[in-house]
């Protein structure tokens, strides 16, 4: 069915430590969205993608987005206890007009 | 101002009751969604409405039934409970039909003893 792959499921880093995420697709993306969830909170929209091979960044955010649109990755460089949450990719179906979520990648920091 | 809101934030109820959630946002946007978030964080949409007329209907059980008055509300309404309905569910609005960021509300955390 419509999926993104999301990987690694869990990852704990100790504060400082660097983070990626990454989303893999069998198909081609029209575009990819990332939202972040803090525990107890609710999806926060981060960014949209829409360009093969583009890169955007948001202060110690780095989000990517594959030359063959078939894959995107979040890195998140000296992490701080802040970052704890899930993170989750979107990819948008447009003829369906939906968001379908990856499974999400849960990060969790020792301070 | 709270850009979506939805209540109640909790909801613990027995099975087989009937009980509704609202959502009401006041960004004007066209597109509203109902998720469901399960205990391992799976997010997935269950409907979604745009200026009021149902777009996306993902295979959820006919106890469900979404209804939008305008453009700025859609509640949920939930028949005959059951344990697996226990979940988060997330109300949200997007300003065109599928495009464009979606803003969540804080989430309805339902529990069905």
């Known amino acids: 069915g419509q999926q993104v792959m999301q990987i690694p499921q869990y990852q704990h880093v100790q504060e400082g430590e660097d983070f990626t995420t990454y989303c893999n697709s069998s198909?081609?993306?029209?575009?990819i969205q990332w939202y972040k969830q803090r525990p107890g909170g609710h999806p926060v929209f981060l960014i949209q993608?829409?360009?093969?091979?583009e890169v955007k960044k948001q202060k110690r955010l780095t989000f990517q987005f594959g030359e063959a649109k078939k894959n995107s990755s979040l890195h998140i460089t000296a992490t701080q206890t802040t970052d704890v949450g899930t993170y989750f990719c979107?990819?948008?179906?447009?003829?369906?007009?939906?968001?379908?979520f990856g499974q999400g990648t849960r990060l969790t920091i020792n301070p | 101002d709270t850009a979506v809101s939805q209540t109640p934030k909790y909801l613990v109820t027995q099975m087989g009751n009937d009980k509704s959630i609202k959502c009401e946002q006041n960004?004007?946007?066209?597109?509203m969604y109902w998720y469901k978030q399960d205990s391992k964080k799976f997010l997935k949409i269950m409907f979604s409405?745009?200026?009021?007329?149902?777009?996306i209907n993902e295979t959820v059980p006919n106890r469900f039934s979404p209804k939008s008055p305008d453009k700025a509300h859609l509640n949920l309404h939930i028949n005959s409970l059951e344990l697996g309905d226990s979940a988060v569910y997330f109300c949200?609005?997007?300003?065109?039909?599928?495009?464009?960021?979606?803003?969540f509300g804080d989430g309805t955390r339902l529990s069905i003893l």
């Open positions: 409405y745009n200026n009021k007329e149902l777009i």
């Open positions: 198909t081609t993306l029209s575009n």
């Open positions: 960004l004007g946007h066209d597109t």
């Open positions: 979107a990819e948008l179906f447009q003829g369906a007009q939906k968001l379908v």
């Open positions: 949200a609005s997007s300003p065109r039909n599928g495009l464009g960021a979606q803003h």
């Open positions: 993608l829409v360009k093969s091979g």
